[in-house]
C-alpha cells in the first residue's frame, strides 16, 4: 500500500499499542484477584475500558514520539497495584502476576498473526482496507513482541526484575528491590543510549521470524 499518512500511522499504531498495553495490566490484576488480591478489582482495574490504565506520557506522548521519530518503540501503562500480603504465598503469587504480563502479550501476538493469516488466506489480493488491517496486524504482532521481550529482562521495575526478586533468597531479594527506584531512570538511559535496541532487537527479530514463517507457510 501508499505510504501512510501522518493521521493514518497514528491510528494504525494506536490501537495495537493500546490494547497490548491494557490486557498486559490487566493480566496483572486478574491473576492477582485469583491468587487473593482484590486491589485491583476494587478499583475498577478489571476492565478493558483503555482509560483505566493509561499513562499519559508512558501510554500517549512517548509512543506517539518514538512513532513520528521512527525509532524503538517504548512505553508503559499506569502499573495495577498488588498487595503482596493479600496473596495466598506472596513470593510465589508475586512471580505468577508478574509473569501474566508477558504472557498476555504472547497470547496477543499469536492472535494477530491468525487474525493476518485469515485475511492472507481468504483474499490474495486484499484492497486497501484489508492491507491497512494487515499493516495493523504486523504492529500487534511487533509491539506485544515487544512488550513481551521488554518485560523479561530481569530490571526492577519490569516484571522479569519481580520474577527475578520472587526466586531469589530473601536477603539477595531484599537488596535487589533496593534498585527499584533507580530502575526506570537506568531503562530509560539504556534506551536513549540505544543499548536497549541492541539488546533486544536480535531477539524480537528472531521471534518475528518464526512468526511470520508460521503466517505464510
Sequence with gaps: MNELTLLEKIIVWAIPVVFAITVHEVAHGWVANYL???????????????????????TVVL???????????????????VIWQNLGSPRRDMALVA?????????????????????????????????????????GILINIVLMVL???PLLPLDGGRVVTSLLPPRLAALYSRL???????????????????IMMPVVSGIEAVIYSLING
Design 180 to 198: 527499584e527506584p533507580l530502575g526506570l531512570i537506568f531503562i530509560l538511559v539504556l534506551l536513549v543510549t540505544g543499548v536497549l535496541a541492541n
Design 36 to 58: 487473593g488480591d482484590p486491589t485491583a478489582k476494587s478499583l475498577g482495574r478489571l476492565t478493558l475500558n483503555p482509560i483505566k490504565h493509561i499513562d499519559p506520557i508512558g
Design 151 to 153: 518485560n523479561l529482562l
Design 99 to 139: 509473569a501474566a504480563g508477558p504472557t498476555a502479550n504472547l497470547v496477543m501476538l499469536l492472535l494477530w498473526a491468525i487474525f493476518a493469516k485469515i485475511i492472507i488466506s481468504i483474499v490474495p489480493h486484499p484492497g486497501w482496507l484489508l492491507q491497512f488491517l494487515l499493516v495493523m496486524c504486523s504492529i
Design 63 to 81: 509512543p506517539l514520539i518514538l512513532v513520528y521519530l521512527g525509532g524503538f518503540i517504548f512505553g508503559w501503562a499506569r502499573p495495577v497495584p
